[in-house]
């Protein structure tokens, strides 16, 4: 069983390198940064959103307004929700809670469709994975479901790291282009390599959680040999 959950990671990782399919499964990672991460922790905070766009080169925007404070965590949150989001996500697909997954992805992805996302690639995108739900939901793609569902979050999983580290190591070399530890460092005056190095450090956490989970039925069996 170790073997078959490690081809199907593996599997997956490859897939995020195929054109197209890939940067359309990763935009789910998009998805929970800017919209968990960014736009719901600004309303939650008392912040009012503008705007959240998605990009087809996997990057996205969340566009608010906010006071000091809550400006400050607004822009942290988003790597650490994501991260977060991945490894419960993980955690949920192995104790068997696919329908749950995938009601939470859509609830998620109407929320957004509706309130804040604002660009074209962005409505696309998202009108597109409903339109694929509602045709599980409607012929009663039951396996299908269950695949796709595993897939988006592996791919979160192994998303939420990767652009974690992406802007630590950025943060480091091309500050200008680490995207929310730059924005941090502009807001508290502390080094956007701190916060690059933060948001690697939460990132690894979770995503070794997430392993973990994954793994976890197979790895119990192993120990008790």
């Known amino acids: 069983m170790i073997t078959e959950y490690a081809v199907l990671f593996a599997l997956v990782l490859l897939l995020s390198f195929v054109p197209v399919i890939g940067p359309y499964v990763k935009l789910f990672n998009t998805l929970v940064h800017e919209v968990i991460g960014h736009a719901l922790i600004a309303r939650l905070t008392g912040g009012r959103v503008s705007s959240v766009h998605l990009f087809h080169n996997t990057g996205g925007m969340a566009r608010f307004h906010h006071h000091k404070a ?27 809670y ?20 604002r660009n074209l690639t962005g409505f696309f995108w998202v009108v597109s994975v409903l339109g694929g739900f509602f045709l599980l ?11 796709i569902i595993m897939i988006i979050g592996v791919m979160m999983l192994i998303q939420a790291f990767a652009s974690a580290i992406v802007v630590c190591l950025l943060s480091f070399s091309l500050t200008q282009h680490s995207g929310d530890a730059q924005f941090l460092a502009e807001e508290t005056r502390i080094p956007a390599p701190v916060w690059g190095v933060i948001f ?25 040999m």
């Open 98 to 117: 696919v329908l749950e997954l995938a009601v939470f992805l859509v609830i998620l992805l109407v929320i957004s469709l509706l309130f804040w996302i």
């Open 200 to 224: 690697a450090l939460f990132a690894t956490l979770c995503f070794a959680a997430g392993i973990f989970f994954w793994f976890s039925e197979d790895l119990t069996i192993v120990f008790n």
């Open 70 to 96: 809550g400006r400050i965590l607004t822009i942290f949150s988003g790597y650490p929700a994501a991260s977060l989001v991945s490894a419960a996500y993980i955690y949920l697909y192995r104790s068997g």
């Open 137 to 147: 939901y409607r012929y009663e793609g039951e396996i299908y479901l269950s695949l």
